[in-house]
Nanobody, 119 residues
Framework: QVQLVESGGGLVQAGGSLRLSCAASGRTSSINDVAWFRQTPGKERRFVASISGSGGGTYYADSVKSRFTISRDNAKNMVYLQMNSLNPEDTAVYYC????????????WGQGTQVTVSS
């Protein structure tokens, strides 16, 4: 089994920055791509960014491109999301999710971390 734990959320003013961390434990050898999603009350969880198992491929939602950067340190079983130029529309619960070795779907999810951006 794989466990994912997010941290780094909090309250920040518009224009500020936060770095989210996702720590993986358990059978980390079975993890492939990792992604960040976010969700606001009453809305569907939406894709933010993903990174391939090797870290060589990254993908971003248009709404965060050029502001957010996803990275990973496989030696430490960590994935990060550096968020810059935050605006109130970025307010959400951010979830870390991981694909298994089949790379089909995201069977592993963290509990989420709240990010609140004040105007």
């Amino acid at each position: 089994q794989v466990q994912l734990v997010e941290s780094g959320g909090g309250l920040v003013q518009a224009g500020g920055s936060l770095r989210l961390s996702c720590a993986a434990s358990g059978r980390t050898s079975s993890i492939n791509d990792v992604a960040w999603f976010r969700q606001t009350p009453g809305k569907e969880r939406r894709f933010v960014a993903s990174i391939s198992g090797s870290g060589g491929g990254t993908y971003y939602a248009d709404s965060v491109k050029s502001r957010f950067t996803i990275s990973r340190d496989n030696a430490k079983n960590m994935v990060y999301l550096q968020m810059n130029s935050l605006n109130p529309e970025d307010t959400a619960v951010y979830y870390c999710a991981a694909k298994g070795l089949t790379n089909l779907g995201y069977p592993y999810w963290g509990q989420g971390t709240q990010v609140t951006v004040s105007s």
